[in-house]
């Protein structure tokens, strides 16, 4: 195979599925069996995401970035909040439990605790 032949072949691979999409994409448009309002044409598409990626776009991706890491940030500290004191009742309870379940087998046991019969 000739080197230019193998230089455009990759790009060629790449491009092809995309192509297609974009073809199917455009028959389906003009062909009227979708509301336009539902499936605009792609160039159509284009325009409007150039048009909004000068005008908000940055802005809007910069408040949902800012919203992400502020819930993020929220999440982990509420769940390290709440761990902890989940840990102290269960430790605190566990704690209480084996006091009882301890008084129950000393009331029991014939001799007390530890005494075998």
Known sequence: ???TARRWR???LVLAPWLLIVAIWY???YSGLIN???LPKPH???ARFSELARDRLPLDIWMSTQRVFIGVTLGIVL???SDRRVEVRVFHRGHRDQEVILQRAHRRAPGGLGCVS
């Open 36 to 38: 336009p309002a539902l």
């Open 27 to 29: 028959a389906i448009a």
């Open 44 to 46: 159509e598409v284009v």
């Open 10 to 12: 990759t790009p060629a």
């Open 1 to 3: 195979m000739p080197q």
């Open 79 to 81: 769940a390290e909040v």
